[in-house]
């Protein structure tokens, strides 16, 4: 699998941003797909993920109720809507896939085994 993401820019304290990640090389229904990101100087973490039918989603704490991550697997692509977007949520922000039998939502950096090239996300105050 070739994930592809985008969408990232520079962005006030406030504003929104919509991530998508393209996938190509197989069909993303077998996979769970989480977003992370990762701040300078700081280890990658976890922002969202959802099973590979979109009937289970999770956040982390410091994301729920401003991000949204959906999924359109006709499309082969995963989307993050970010609202009210924060200084402390720039970062370079991954998409990563995992093949699930089931509707897994890994939440680990280690349990993925395929990853985008990450997309910049910059929030000014």
């Known amino acids: 699998v070739q994930l592809q993401a985008s969408g990232g820019g520079l962005v006030q304290a406030g504003d929104s941003l919509t991530l998508s990640c393209a996938a190509s090389g197989r069909t993303l229904s077998s996979y769970a797909m989480a977003w992370f990101r990762q701040a300078p100087g700081k280890e990658r973490e976890f922002v969202a993920v959802i099973s590979r039918s979109g009937g289970s989603v999770y956040y982390t704490d410091s994301v729920k109720g401003r991000f949204t991550i959906s999924r359109v697997n006709a499309k082969n692509t995963v989307y993050l809507q970010m609202n009210s977007l924060k200084p402390e949520d720039t970062a370079v922000y991954y998409c990563?896939?995992?093949?699930?039998?089931?509707?897994?939502?890994?939440?680990?950096?280690?349990?993925?085994?395929?990853w985008g090239q990450g997309t910049l996300v910059t929030v000014s105050s």
């Open positions: 990563a896939a995992r093949r699930s039998p089931y509707e897994a939502t890994p939440m680990m950096t280690y349990e993925y085994d395929y």
